[in-house]
């Protein structure tokens, strides 16, 4: 009898207690799925962009370095180019501490990271790859990522002449690929061999097919019986590629 | 005695009334860490600004805005590829970082009070002579 009073006077403090301890599981389970939640979003989502804009960005470094090779620049440029920006990119990045390694494509055909082959037989293709290793340390990330950075412009070249008059008619298919898909041209420059010196075709004729594939047609004067032709692309990113090809006569009409 | 009975009901009632109040504040606590804070909405900016100006670069379009000095057609890009409600300023700079757009502020209104988030982007020129110029922009949530 005694200890049931005593029971009953103190379970009203047990509630409380009871109440407390309930309150503080709450609390503390909530706050732990929350704070795992936020510690997931920062690890998924940040790194993910910040790996896109510096992909882009050495992307970009490659394209414009080769596009500047291609029209008469040096070839160091390439290199050159990927330490300034990897140079900038240290300086402006305020995402975490970043480690890059960057090294030019030296395995054959490249070489300094380049290939550059225009050569006679209708093909030519002009190419720059780098390869490119970061690390990034972040307060919530610590993310390693490599890749290759491989710009790749390529011009094939067919065609044949047929006799027009004391003229030869040169009908030229030409196709422009980038990185080996269909791309589009912002201007081609077409010359012949007359059999003395080469001849700049200024007016020839362009169909545009829309899908990275052009006709060019144009009249040259020459005595021998193949045409040496040159084709030179400059595509949309301003990179040049040429490719010289030997066109036979065709019987066709 | 039968008063000393009345007032152990009494405190019951205070006592149940307090444990009440305990898991209720206890809830209210919990439910009011769901909601986004300031620090949460800092980074949703953040992460909207980097995307915005990852969809410009992707194509090149900043690049070549850039190189023309184009400030406008900017400017009209981000009004369309940000959401209503967001106000943005953008700077850019050159190697040297040196203000490019002096003459013109690439922005959609007057800054608001709000905390801003600030992103720091690097765009390489399209041009053939290499140069990378850095993007500034800052996001903040209007209203």
Known sequence: MKNKT???????QILVITALVISLLIIS????FYQLQAENKANEKIPTEILLAIKVGAFRTVEVSLANITNGGSNTTLEENVNEWIKSLRIRNTYG????????????PYNSGLLINWSENGYGISSACTNFSFRLLGTKFDVHFDFFANITTTLRVDGYYQIQGGEKNVVLICEVLNEGNPALAKGFEVSYYNGT?????????????????YRITFNAIVESKDVNVSVGVIDTRGIYAQANKTLQRSRKT | MKIRENRKGQIRIIEAFFSALLIISALLLTSSLNYPNKEETLDELTQMGINVLLELDN?????????NQDWLGIKRSLEILLPNGVWFNLTVFDNNMTVLNQDFSITN???????KASIEYLCVSRKTTFQVYTVRLQLAKVG
Do not use: H, M
Request: hydrophobic letters at 30%.
């Open chain 1, 6 to 12: 005593f029971r009953e006077e103190r379970s009203g």
């Open chain 1, 29 to 32: 389970t909530t706050q732990y």
């Open chain 1, 97 to 108: 501490i970043l480690v890059a390694n960057t090294s030019l494509w030296n395995i054959p």
């Open chain 1, 197 to 213: 010196r080469w001849i700049n075709v200024e007016d020839f004729s362009l169909t545009d097919y829309g899908n990275g594939t």
């Open chain 2, 59 to 67: 194509n090149g379009t900043l690049a070549e805005f850039i190189d």
């Open chain 2, 109 to 115: 209104g007057k800054a608001p009070s709000q905390r």
